[in-house]
């Protein structure tokens, strides 16, 4: 069969992904028949609104936005919100002082219901499971929560329901679950045990876990007023008449009086698929250099170090290569030593050896050299200025000098104490201290500054992607747990397994001085899976020299349960927020993961943290550069810390929390910590894509892992 074959959507580029592109390009030119396919999508779906929030009435001052064309009207007292049944609700950061998993729980509202709240009818959510308020079809009301199985109890609708206002309450006490509509009271049913907390927000007019993009209900269509939520059950009657402090001692209380404009955002409405390859205000996304590099025109294969052979091929159809400029590069550690152009004459869909005319530099201690090619625009065209580059392969250089032993220094001398939990390292120019009883580094102070908010935790979590909190993948992401409380998508993998929310229990932790310039720390600990049937085994051994050079040992061990595969695997430290600086030594300059990284050229790069931010309209992890050799986060004086190891790493750095970076479902929910979330990972799952997710050979897995980390602080 002669004819060519497309593929339709074989990609899609949602949120940050873009994952595993090098290997279907692989395939399409593997065979003649296949010739390409569609990547989904070119242009963000993102659609420019203003942030639009309300106040809470309590005192934790949670962050409330209205969302769609919902609007203040008058209410049952003062204003309320107008919820007409199409893309408007009210939208309630996840907050700690919503995530309840106590035994008491009160919800309450006062309702206008309008003929279409009988589609779906949603008025209070927290997930299809934690908690929730519903009206079902013109029959009745219900009042759902989840403990170790999903209750529910319903009363019926009083004949005056549409076009009155309604009081509402739903009540747990950890031994009945009812639910109240004006002066009646529903049977009650007998429930036990602690609310189960569930990775979905609280919203006013929707159910966040199931109104997505495939929504075909008016998810509700009413006035809403006087919304609360409270940990403890609480009398009908000052529910009906509350009074300042009762409002004051909610987890949340909405009365709508005031809705102010905020700036705006880039929305993707009710739960659009947040396509796209570039940002809705045009700029590329940083996928945008992979998909370049993964079907560039023209490649080479280098078949000679020592004779600087290589192959070049030229993958245009109608287009010589004497039409692009060429040019080669030798890096030594990332940097350029040398360069020339190459006079290039060959045909379309031809290759051709040739030399490539570069002197074999004296060879470094500990140095790595490396080859650029780079093919570029011969003159100004409509599309691109002269000089653009069209298309580049870089090769490593089998020149290699290992680095003589270091010999042994005369070493500052330190001075080690023990302040009741506190063990205290002191040398020339800086103080360290550890924690006893957590076994973490808690500070870290070098010429009089500190450096550090909390120090080297293990971490094998991320703010999960918009490919893994998508439903498309679910049955395809490489899954063996199924907690029905946790969604539907690829993480579901991880809140069942229990690995959002980890417990750390301390073995132990001693020290030995050696001789008066050093000290060695061993630590154990075990770090326990939420679900509490899995576990994974740290041993960490720090050596810290007079110069105030950190060498950490660590080991980790999974046991027990484990999810099938892992977000990543490192250590995770907070910097002080000074540290805003960052250069390394690695892929770049752009956002890079394992399964999307060979569109970025090994060098060294730099920039800031505010700068590596990357703005998916869904807020996820973000930022990864990976290969790397060594990273320095540094302030504006050059005072900071370089970090490296003994094999490649990946690292980030960001303004915000990943517990931030994980509850906030739109940009205006981020908002900067008072630190910096650095990652040093010694392994990160890829991106992957919508349909098929991850592939295996890019997913992180529990296995034991042995890494050394060195930290040197740069003064």
Not at 340 to 354: D, K, R
Not at 456 to 479: C, I, M, Q
Request: with cysteine.
């Amino acid at each position: 069969d002669p004819r060519p074959s497309f593929l339709d959507e074989y990609l899609a580029v949602t949120g940050n992904g873009g994952g595993a592109l090098d290997d279907y390009w692989d395939t399409f030119y593997r065979y003649p028949r296949s010739m390409g396919g569609a990547i989904w999508d070119f242009v963000s779906t993102g659609i420019t609104e203003k942030i639009r929030t309300l106040k809470d009435g309590s005192s934790n001052n949670i962050q409330v936005n209205a969302m769609g064309r919902a609007k203040l009207v008058p209410g049952m007292t003062g204003n309320g919100i107008d919820l007409n049944g199409h893309d408007q609700w009210v939208e309630v950061y996840r907050d700690d002082a919503l995530e309840l998993s106590g035994n008491n729980l009160t919800l309450t509202l006062m309702v206008f219901p309008r003929a279409l709240n009988s589609s779906a009818g949603t008025l209070i959510t927290k997930g299809n499971y934690q908690f929730g308020i519903r009206q079902i079809r013109n029959d009745s009301l219900e009042f759902y929560l989840t403990t170790r199985s999903r209750q529910k109890v319903q009363i019926a609708l009083p004949g005056n329901w549409v076009n009155n206002w309604h009081f509402v309450a739903a009540k747990y006490d950890g031994d009945f679950m009812y639910i109240e509509v004006d002066n009646r009271v529903s049977d009650k049913k007998a429930v036990s045990g602690n609310i189960t907390n569930t990775p979905f927000p609280v919203n006013i007019g929707r159910n966040a876990e199931i109104h997505g993009q495939e929504t075909v209900v008016y998810i509700c269509d009413a006035i809403i007023d006087q919304v609360g939520i409270f940990p403890e059950v609480i009398a009908s009657g000052s529910l009906r008449s509350p009074s300042p402090k009762l409002k004051k001692n909610a987890s949340l209380w909405l009365d709508f009086e005031d809705m102010k404009v905020d700036g705006e955002f880039f929305s993707y409405g009710i739960g659009a698929r947040t396509y796209g390859s570039i940002w809705p205000d045009r700029r590329p996304q940083p996928e945008m250099w992979q998909i370049k590099k993964s079907g560039q025109p023209v490649t080479a294969k280098l078949l000679s170090a020592g004779n600087g052979e290589v192959e070049i091929s030229n993958r245009y159809l109608f287009t010589d290569l004497n039409r692009l400029r060429s040019y080669w590069i030798l890096t030594e550690n990332g940097k350029n030593i040398q360069t020339g152009e190459l006079n290039l004459n060959i045909s379309p869909q031809t290759s051709a050896t040739m030399k490539v005319p570069f002197r074999k530099p004296e060879i470094l201690r500990d140095a790595e050299y490396g080859l650029i090619l780079s093919f570029c625009q011969k003159g100004t065209t409509i599309w691109a200025e002269d000089g653009y580059e069209i298309a580049w392969e870089q090769f490593e250089l089998p020149w290699f000098s290992p680095a003589p032993v270091a010999e042994e220094k005369e070493q500052n001398a330190i001075e080690v104490n023990e302040e009741n939990d506190r063990l205290i390292i002191t040398g020339k120019d800086f103080r360290y201290m550890f924690d006893k009883r957590s076994g973490e580094l808690s500070s870290l102070q070098v010429s009089g500054k500190e450096l550090l908010k909390a120090g080297g935790r293990f971490n094998v979590w991320r703010a999960p992607l918009a490919n893994e909190v998508d439903e498309w993948n679910y049955r395809r992401s490489n899954t063996k747990h199924f907690g029905e409380f946790f969604g539907r998508f690829a993480a579901s993998e991880w809140y069942s397994a229990g690995i959002h929310s980890l417990k750390t229990l301390q073995e132990e932790f001693d020290y030995k001085v050696i001789g008066n310039s050093g000290v060695e720390i061993n630590i154990k600990n075990v770090v326990l899976t939420a679900s509490g049937r899995g576990a994974f085994l740290n041993r960490y051994k720090y050596n810290i020299s007079g110069s105030g050079i950190i060498t950490i040992g660590h080991s980790v061990i999974p046991d027990g349960d484990m999810p099938a595969w892992l977000p990543r695997t490192g250590m995770q430290w907070i910097l002080d927020r000074s540290l805003g600086n960052a250069e390394w030594y690695g892929r770049g300059p752009q956002e890079n993961y394992p399964d999307r990284k060979s569109g970025y050229k090994v060098g060294v790069y730099s920039s800031t943290v505010d700068g590596m931010y990357e703005p998916y309209l869904m807020p996820q992890d973000y930022g990864l550069r990976t290969e790397n050799r060594w990273v320095r986060m540094t302030d504006s004086n050059g005072l900071g810390l370089e970090f490296s190891g003994n094999k490649l790493f990946n690292f980030s750095a960001q303004p915000y929390s990943t517990e931030n970076l994980t509850k906030a479902v739109y940009t205006y929910q981020l908002q900067p910590s008072d630190g910096i979330t650095f990652n040093f990972d010694y392994a990160t799952s890829g991106v992957g894509c919508t349909a098929l997710s991850v592939f295996p050979e890019y997913q992180v897995m529990p296995q034991r892992f042995d890494f050394k980390v060195t930290i040197k602080p740069l003064r």
